[in-house]
């Protein structure tokens, strides 16, 4: 099944999995709306997705934040609820105790203990 988007979709990949390399979540969600993507290419840099979009290759499901980047041509839409969630995790170097780490983690916690 096709989409009314166009050919393709483009995911980002932290690790290959199945099908195609993409993300079971997002494959998931676009079957939960009635379709199956045709993935014909993949990347993970946001910029070069970005661009493959902006080229005519296909479209992508990307973050928020990515509206910052205006290309010519790329239009951001936000995803109608539920939108798909991603665990993300919080690094620093160890043994680093100097008072902008603390108070960025500090602050980390404080916004994690109001989900």
């Not at 099944?1 to 199945?18: Q, S, Y």
């Not at 009635?34 to 902006?54: D, R, Y």
């Not at 973050?63 to 839409?77: D, F, I, T, W």
Request: net charge neutral; glycine share 6%; with cysteine.
């Amino acid at each position: 099944m096709g989409t009314a988007f166009g050919p393709a979709l483009h995911i980002t990949r932290p690790t290959p999995t199945p099908p195609q390399g993409s993300p079971p979540q997002i494959i998931s969600l676009c079957q939960q709306a009635g379709f199956s993507p045709n993935v014909v290419q993949e990347a993970m840099q946001m910029q070069t997705i970005v661009s493959l979009v902006a080229g005519g290759i296909g479209i992508s499901i990307v973050p928020v934040s990515l509206e910052n980047m205006q290309r010519a041509g790329v239009v951001y839409k936000p995803l109608a609820e539920p939108t798909p969630c991603a665990e993300i995790a919080v690094a620093w170097r160890q043994n680093d105790h100097s008072p902008s780490i603390q108070r960025f983690l500090e602050i980390v916690n404080q916004v994690m203990a109001l989900r």
